[in-house]
């Protein structure tokens, strides 16, 4: 199979754990780029948020792409969208409800900015830092938000993120999808939409197949294009699910787990 395109998520897949892109694969990225092979980079930070690491990896100059919101806006190598989808409002206050008695954060976010409730944790910050951006906390976020979103994030310890998972899943489990993308960080996106679907909207600008895509990922907002993709790759890093899913597990994002798959992929 001659693979034409590269779907990486950014942490714990692109980035080591020091948040960098390691030399080593940073090159091979762009050896495949090189070959013309196209990378689409897939994240669920904001787009702001994902674009720095497409310029970093020379993506938009050859031609690539980039996604947001788990696969909910979907970016061309100009920053067009080609790809677009949104909460329903209905559900933003029934679901903040669940979590005002809770110490989780909830996060939206417009354009670049990121609004958050009043309940600003250390998990909270992370979001904000790896970003670049400063929170703005408002008294009521469910009755502040009068745009569209794409997502909601949420933020907290990760043993009442599970409660909050399963409480929510119970609820809007049929109509929403409510997902782990780190321990702890829980997103509540519009049902179907999933970075596999990103991925996918990708191949048909492209005009090639999800059979030509090779995926990388290490966590649960990223199973939907590992298991799509003609070969998903888990990193040595990722959840014991995701590690279940892929056709190939690599090493882990300390030790160039991107390059080593790729040296046997597609650059011999």
Known sequence: ??????????????????????????SALLRAQEEGVKLVVASGRLPYGVRPYAEELKVLENGGYYLGFNGG????????????????????EPVYDILRPTNITTMVHKGDVIFCDKKVNDYTKVESEVIGIPLNPVDDIARFVDWRLHKMLLAGEPGE????????????????DIYLSAPWFLEVMPKGINKGLGVEIVCRDMGISMD????FGDHFNDLSMIKMAGMGVAMGN???????????????????????????????
């Open 212 to 215: 030509e895509v090779i995926a």
């Open 73 to 92: 806006a979907v970016l061309n190598s100009r920053g067009e969208l080609i790809g677009s989808t949104y909460l329903d409002s209905r559900y933003i």
């Open 161 to 176: 993120l599970l409660q909050a998972e399963k409480a929510l899943k119970d609820r809007f489990g049929k109509e929403l």
């Open 238 to 268: 990722a959840e014991e699910d995701v590690r279940r899913s892929a056709d190939m597990v690599t090493d882990d994002c300390d030790n160039d787990g991107i390059a080593k798959a790729l040296e046997r992929l597609i650059l011999r």
């Open 1 to 26: 199979m001659k693979y034409k395109l590269i779907a990486l998520d950014i942490d714990d897949t692109l980035l080591n754990r020091q948040k960098r892109i390691t030399p080593l694969t940073k």
